[in-house]
Each structure stands twice: as C-alpha cells, then as structure tokens.
C-alpha cells in the first residue's frame, strides 16, 4: 500500500486491455466512426478464422467449433445496428458505444443460472477485447487518458507503468500484490496513494466511475457521498500539516538521542521524480532502479542511457547515487517476454545472472553509468548476486569497460563504489566471501524475505505469510550487518522493511546505520531514528533475538516505536 487520499474518475486497465473513456464525437465523424467498426470486425472475422484452421489443422476439431461462436457475434446485425444508433444519435465514438453494448450483453450472461450460458461471456468479452484492439489498430497501445485519472488493474508489472502517462496517475488500485509488490512500490515513488489486494476491483468497476482511495486505510469508495469525501478532506488536510511539521527538519543529519548518526538514502527509479529525491532530504539515493529507464526503450543507445543516468547524478550531487544495475526478470519482464515465459522466473534467468549472460546490455549499460558519473560520485551495485564468482565477473566486466574508456579518454568517475545486493539467503550466508570483493552490501529485504520464506511477494494469498521479522529473515539480516562490519565496508538496507518506522528500533538495535527508502518517507525515517536511544535499540534486539514468533518480535518493536514517536503512526 501506499499512503493518502485520492479522488477521481477511475481507468480500467484490462489484461493489458483499456476500457474505452466515454467520448463523443462531432456529427460529420459518424460515417468514418462506422467505416473504423466495420473494418476493425472484418480483421477480426479474418483473425478467428485463421485461428480455427490453425485448430483444425492441430487436431482439435471439437474446439474449432466454439470459434463459431465467436464468429456469430460479429456478424450480429441488430447489435450493429444498436451501435449505429448510439454513434448517430447521441454522437458517441464507437469504440465507446461498442464497447458499452458489449459490456451489457457480458454482464446479462453471468448473471444467468444456467452454468453453460454463465461462462459464454468469455466468449464475448474475448471478441469484444479483439474488435476494440482492432478498432484501435494496434494489438498493444499504450493505455489512453488525457486527464488525470485513479488506474485500476489486475495487476501492474513494470512494463505495464512505464506505458502510462503517470503524470495524470492520481492513485492506483489492483486486484493482488502485497505492500512489496511493484504497484505499491512505484505508487510510493510516485508518490500517490495506492491500495492492494481489492479481488474483482478490475471486473466491478469501468473507466468513467468516480472513487475515493484512502491508501491509509487500504480502502476504495465507489461513488462517495459527499460527508465522507469532507470527513476525508479533513483527516488529508490534518496529515498535510503533520507532513509538514516532519519536512521542516529533513535536510538534518538523523541522530539518535546517545549521538549515533544514521545515514538516509533515497529510492528512486523515474527521471520525473529527481525534485522530489533532491528535497526528500535524504543524504543519498541509496538505490536507483534502471530497469525502468531501460523498459522505456529497451534498445536505447549507450548516449542515451548516459544522458538519462547524469541526470540524477547532476540533480543529486554532489550526494552518491547508487545505480542497481538491471535487475530484469522475475517480475520485472519486458513485452514480449510472454512468448518465452520461464516456468518459475523468480527462481530464472534474473539480475546479475541475465548481466552476465547478456554482455551486450550489460557493458552498455557499464559504460553509460562510468560515463555518466565522470568526475563525479558513483555507486554501482549488482542485484540477485547469489555467488563469489557473479561479483567477481560483473568486476571484470566493469573493468573492462573502465579500461576502454580511458583508452577513449574519457573521464572517469571521482569516486566509484561497486556493491553487492544481499537478496538471496545464499548470499547473506556468504557475506563474508562477498564482502571481501565489495564496498558496500545492501539489503534487498522486499527479496531477502520471499526467497528465505518461500513466500511470493506478489501472491496476496499467502501474503500472510510475508513476514520481515521472521526469526530466520532477522538472522540472515545480522549475519550480514556482521560481515559488512567485519570487512570494514558499508552495509545498508533499500527494500522496504527500512521505511517501517514500527521496525526502525530493530534495525537499529541489530547494528543498521544505513537505510534506504521512498522519498516521502526519509523525513519520517529520520524523525523516528532522532527519538530513540541506539543503547536502548541494541537491548530490544538482545531481548528478542532468541524468539520465535514473527508477530511477537514484531510487538516488541511497535511497542518502543509507538512509545518514542506515536505521533508518526497518525
Ligand atoms: C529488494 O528486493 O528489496 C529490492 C530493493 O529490489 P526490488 O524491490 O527492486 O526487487
Ligand atoms: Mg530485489
């Protein structure tokens, strides 16, 4: 989830299909509305036909037939003549006056008693989502609105977001995902409020509904009377002002009451957002995710990935930025991908492994970010490293570009700090060896924990399970807290257990100095960590470190939170 208060008209975002804005249309465009429909049913009339002899010729007679069904519908008169009338009528675009007809006749078949009729819907909706594509003339479009809107999803993938016009993004709701999946994290980044987990949201509204988001609360309202949108006029305007008490001290260093000093880095992914990193406060960005930059345009040259990489170190500076090199896969897969899945692509072809395997990305990706921090201040750190040798290749490779460079005459970083991710249990467990190749470990918690408890971070069903104190989660952290410290090199946090402030006497207690985390949370972060007593913290971790229960580890800490800073829960 991420916080605050939307209100607006909602955009359904469907299997990558976009639910049509009502939009009308002048009188002399319905012919041409028309001529578009007609065109758009023949293609798809030629697209199931071919379909079906695919079928045949595959053997499936039987299954060939239920494309006679599909074929039937675009042959219905009386709907086409029911469109016709919408367009030259009320002058409605026909994808609109289409696509609402469609609907009507998808939502009278479920309601049906009858299980065979019920689940015929799938049939239309299926030629309903082809004949709009078609209408369109693209079979994938960016998704479409020209004012600002509440995106609601199945789910978002990264490739789904770097599609959409976020500036007009007011709030996100989808059906699954978890406080670490990508919707959520990026909605942080945004910094709009966004709600997770709503089964069916996708299915029960459409684009044009007016909704309340409250991201606090994990709730969306559809159609709220006005007391409620007053009552939360009042509580949005109440937190602004908490807000704002936080943000007077962010640009101060973040202190504990006994003098140790915490270092807040900032999370950042999108070149839209470089003012809201620069005055988050923080004193670094301590994770940049390039794979938003590269699923813009994956076949970017290396000059522009350079450009867009001195962008943030230019508004940064002279703060490090440390840069994650691409962390593709998993669930962060660009277009296409469906059509070469991996049967458990979190456990595949991801982060550094997919570097290394693909040398070309990687040492264009290498040479963008050594040119980009010329003369300047950068960190460059390796994601889902699970051995010595990862670490060590990704070096070489590094090197090898440094050399060629310089061979180039072009100018080096000033100071240049390569790290590693700890997001895989593996990896904590050798975070000695590793850190003995490194500068600098960061924690990937929002990984760290799935891979540790078999838990997917997307999956809301087991979401429960999700658990950041787990016992096993805390050892792996301190294990690696140790090993940075005993190789006498920075270890930090970025995923998202660093912004929990119900955590932060925890985090503290077990040695972290160093976090990482959204923009609108480093003031609160640093808010938290000026309230307590890193003796105090270090006594918390002593007193709970033989437990078991992930929820009882979790009180202990909520507790000295809540009674250091309650006033940050609000
Ligand atoms: C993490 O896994 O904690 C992390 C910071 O990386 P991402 O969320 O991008 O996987
Ligand atoms: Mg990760």
Same mark, same amino acid.
């Given at each position: 989830?991420?916080?605050?208060?939307?209100?607006?008209?909602?955009?359904?975002?469907?299997?990558?299909?976009?639910?049509?804005?009502?939009?009308?249309?002048?009188?002399?465009?319905?012919?041409?509305?028309?001529?578009?429909?007609?065109?758009?049913?023949?293609?798809?009339?030629?697209?199931?036909?071919?379909?079906?002899?695919?079928?045949?010729?595959?053997?499936?007679?039987?299954?060939?037939?239920?494309?006679?069904?599909?074929?039937?519908?675009?042959?219905?008169?009386?709907?086409?003549?029911?469109?016709?009338?919408?367009?030259?009528?009320?002058?409605?675009?026909?994808?609109?006056?289409?696509?609402? &007809?469609?609907?009507?006749?998808?939502?009278?078949?479920?309601?049906?008693?009858?299980?065979?009729?019920?689940?015929?819907?799938?049939?239309?909706?299926?030629?309903?989502?082809?004949?709009?594509?078609?209408?369109?003339?693209?079979?994938?479009?960016?998704?479409?609105?020209?004012?600002?809107?509440?995106?609601?999803?199945?789910?978002?993938?990264?490739?789904?977001?770097?599609?959409?016009?976020?500036?007009?993004?007011?709030?996100?709701?989808?059906?699954?995902?978890?406080?670490?999946?990508?919707?959520?994290?990026?909605?942080?980044?945004?910094?709009?409020?966004?709600?997770?987990?709503?089964?069916?949201? @996708?299915?029960?509204?459409?684009?044009?509904?007016?909704?309340?988001?409250?991201?606090?609360?994990?709730?969306?309202?559809?159609?709220?009377?006005?007391?409620?949108?007053?009552? @939360?006029?009042?509580?949005?305007?109440?937190?602004?002002?908490?807000?704002?008490?936080?943000?007077?001290?962010?640009?101060?260093?973040?202190?504990?009451?006994?003098?140790?000093?915490?270092l807040?880095g900032?999370?950042?992914?999108?070149?839209?957002?470089?003012?809201?990193?620069?005055?988050?406060?923080?004193?670094e960005v301590g994770l940049?995710?390039?794979?938003?930059?590269?699923?813009?345009?994956?076949?970017?040259?290396?000059?522009?990935?350079?450009?867009?990489?001195?962008?943030?170190?230019?508004?940064?500076?002279?703060?490090l930025v440390i840069f994650r090199?691409?962390?593709?896969?998993?669930?962060?897969?660009?277009?296409?991908?469906?059509?070469?899945?991996?049967?458990?692509?979190?456990?595949?072809?991801?982060?550094?492994? &997919?570097?290394?395997?693909?040398?070309? &990305?990687?040492?264009?990706? &290498?040479?963008?970010?050594?040119?980009?921090?010329?003369?300047?201040r950068v960190g460059i750190m390796f994601?889902?490293v699970?051995?010595?040798?990862?670490v060590?290749?990704?070096k070489?490779?590094?090197?090898?570009? $440094?050399?060629?460079?310089?061979?180039?005459?072009?100018?080096?970083?000033?100071e240049l700090l390569v790290g590693a991710m700890i997001?895989?249990?593996?990896a904590?467990?050798?975070a000695?060896?590793l850190a003995k190749h490194v500068d600098f470990l960061s924690l990937g918690?929002?990984?760290?924990?799935?891979?540790?408890? $078999?838990?997917?971070?997307?999956?809301?069903?087991?979401?429960?399970?999700?658990?950041?104190?787990?016992?096993?989660?805390?050892?792996?952290?301190?294990?690696t807290v140790?090993a940075g410290y005993g190789g006498v090199i920075r270890v930090g946090m970025c995923?998202?257990?660093? $912004?929990?402030?119900?955590?932060?006497?925890?985090?503290?207690?077990?040695?972290l100095r160093e976090l990482s985390?959204?923009?609108?949370?480093?003031?609160?972060?640093?808010?938290?960590?000026?309230?307590?007593?890193?003796?105090?913290?270090?006594?918390?971790?002593?007193?709970?470190?033989?437990?078991?229960?992930?929820?009882?580890?979790?009180?202990? @800490?909520?507790?000295?939170?809540?009674?250091?800073?309650?006033?940050?829960?609000?």
């Amino acid at each position: 989830m991420s916080g605050g208060l939307a209100h607006g008209v909602v955009h359904v975002l469907k299997d990558q299909f976009d639910e049509p804005e009502p939009e009308t249309i002048r009188p002399e465009q319905a012919d041409h509305e028309m001529e578009r429909l007609r065109k758009a049913l023949a293609v798809t009339r030629g697209e199931i036909e071919a379909l079906q002899r695919q079928m045949v010729v595959d053997g499936g007679e039987a299954e060939a037939d239920i494309f006679d069904a599909h074929l039937l519908i675009l042959d219905d008169v009386t709907l086409l003549k029911q469109v016709e009338k919408r367009v030259r009528v009320e002058w409605l675009s026909v994808d609109y006056a289409y696509y609402q &007809l469609m609907l009507k006749n998808i939502n009278a078949l479920r309601r049906m008693s009858d299980p065979y009729l019920r689940e015929r819907f799938l049939d239309i909706k299926d030629v309903t989502h082809r004949v709009m594509r078609h209408l369109r003339g693209e079979m994938l479009e960016a998704p479409m609105f020209d004012h600002p809107v509440i995106v609601v999803a199945k789910d978002l993938t990264p490739s789904d977001t770097v599609q959409l016009d976020r500036s007009r993004v007011l709030a996100f709701a989808v059906e699954t995902g978890s406080a670490v999946s990508h919707a959520a994290i990026i909605a942080r980044s945004m910094n709009v409020p966004a709600v997770v987990r709503l089964a069916g949201i @996708s299915d029960e509204l459409h684009s044009g509904d007016l909704v309340l988001i409250d991201g606090d609360e994990g709730v969306l309202i559809l159609n709220p009377s006005e007391t409620t949108l007053n009552e @939360s006029r009042v509580r949005e305007a109440a937190a602004e002002k908490r807000e704002d008490v936080l943000h007077e001290r962010r640009h101060e260093a973040a202190q504990t009451l006994d003098g140790e000093t915490v270092l807040v880095g900032v999370n950042g992914e999108f070149l839209e957002e470089l003012d809201g990193l620069k005055d988050s406060g923080a004193e670094e960005v301590g994770l940049f995710r390039t794979e938003f930059l590269h699923l813009a345009d994956p076949t970017a040259s290396e000059d522009w990935l350079a450009a867009a990489y001195h962008q943030v170190i230019v508004a940064m500076a002279p703060r490090l930025v440390i840069f994650r090199t691409l962390d593709l896969g998993g669930d962060k897969v660009e277009e296409g991908y469906s059509l070469n899945p991996e049967p458990n692509p979190f456990l595949g072809w991801r982060g550094i492994r &997919l570097s290394l395997g693909r040398t070309d &990305l990687f040492k264009r990706q &290498l040479r963008a970010l050594l040119r980009a921090g010329a003369w300047s201040r950068v960190g460059i750190m390796f994601p889902m490293v699970t051995t010595v040798e990862e670490v060590v290749a990704a070096k070489a490779l590094l090197q090898e570009c $440094a050399a060629e460079l310089d061979a180039e005459k072009i100018a080096a970083p000033a100071e240049l700090l390569v790290g590693a991710m700890i997001e895989v249990p593996g990896a904590a467990l050798i975070a000695g060896a590793l850190a003995k190749h490194v500068d600098f470990l960061s924690l990937g918690t929002n990984d760290l924990v799935q891979y540790t408890l $078999a838990v997917d971070r997307l999956n809301d069903r087991v979401a429960d399970l999700y658990q950041t104190t787990h016992p096993a989660v805390l050892r792996l952290i301190e294990l690696t807290v140790q090993a940075g410290y005993g190789g006498v090199i920075r270890v930090g946090m970025c995923g998202e257990m660093a $912004a929990d402030i119900g955590l932060t006497p925890l985090l503290l207690g077990m040695g972290l100095r160093e976090l990482s985390v959204s923009s609108n949370q480093v003031a609160r972060v640093k808010a938290a960590v000026r309230r307590l007593g890193a003796a105090e913290c270090r006594e918390l971790w002593e007193s709970v470190r033989d437990l078991t229960d992930p929820a009882a580890i979790r009180g202990m @800490s909520l507790g000295v939170a809540e009674s250091r800073y309650p006033d940050l829960f609000e």
